[in-house]
């Protein structure tokens, strides 16, 4: 399944599909993205991150695609499993503090 | 080793009263942010903290305040509770403050709730 729009709130997929969720952001200083994954009662896990200068990195099942002209971010989860069921936040961040900024969120359910 | 720890896991306080949250980075981990996440919402910052000094502050009210201690553990205090500051409070620590852009590593939260 694929999520259409910027802030989808909830994405279903069947176990084994690919998911994709969608994030943007709107300052074009931001030159550092993380995404992360929240189960419920636990604190956001860091999945993957990128850097302004790059506009794909790859991990295990997972990869980030960054379009900084439309600003827009992506995670793709290749043959997503019931363990991925979780909300996914994008986060990035523009100075030299290192404070993050977090999108709103997508609610990714694994239909097995 | 250790993630980041915090301390309670759940709180229940009622408006007025004082609440102070605590956290233990992850060993080396020199700075330490604080983040909000209303119900529903991704995570706001409150403070960060880099060798005992705050090096950042998100737009909360001066009832929020916090410190960094020696070893690198940090409290969050918050007067004055009012309904509006249930959430979950995240501590998260990260390596150092450089330029460079590096990832915060999340405690699994204090949940507040304010009655």
């Known amino acids: 399944g694929e999520s259409v729009g910027l802030h989808l709130p909830t994405l279903s997929v069947q176990e084994g599909d690919n998911s994709i969720i969608n994030c943007a952001y709107s300052?074009?200083?931001?030159?550092?993205f993380i995404w992360y994954k929240q189960e419920s009662g636990k604190g956001p896990q860091f999945i993957i991150d990128i850097r302004s200068n790059m506009d794909k990195r790859q991990g295990q099942r997972v990869t980030v695609l960054l379009n900084k002209t439309v600003k827009h971010l992506s995670l793709q989860i290749a043959a997503t499993q019931p363990g991925d069921s979780a909300v996914y936040f994008c986060a990035e961040t523009r100075d030299a503090g290192n404070q993050f900024y977090f999108g709103t969120g997508t609610s990714l359910t694994v239909i097995p | 080793d250790a993630g980041v720890t915090q301390s309670p896991t759940h709180l229940i306080k009622t408006r007025g009263q004082h609440v102070t949250l605590r956290c233990s980075p992850i060993s080396g981990h020199k700075s330490v942010s604080w983040y909000q996440q209303v119900l529903g919402q991704g995570p706001q910052f409150i403070f960060q903290?880099?060798?005992?000094?705050?090096?950042g502050r998100g737009n909360f009210p001066d009832r929020f305040s916090a410190r960094q201690f020696p070893n690198y553990s940090s409290e969050l205090n918050v007067n004055a509770l009012l309904l509006g500051d249930s959430a979950l409070y995240l501590c998260?620590?990260?390596?150092?403050?450089?330029?460079?852009?590096?990832?915060?590593?999340f405690g699994s939260g204090t949940q507040l709730s304010v009655l």
């Open positions: 300052n074009s200083a931001s030159d550092y």
């Open positions: 903290y880099y060798e005992k000094e705050e090096r």
């Open positions: 998260a620590s990260s390596i150092t403050l450089g330029r460079a852009r590096e990832k915060l590593f």
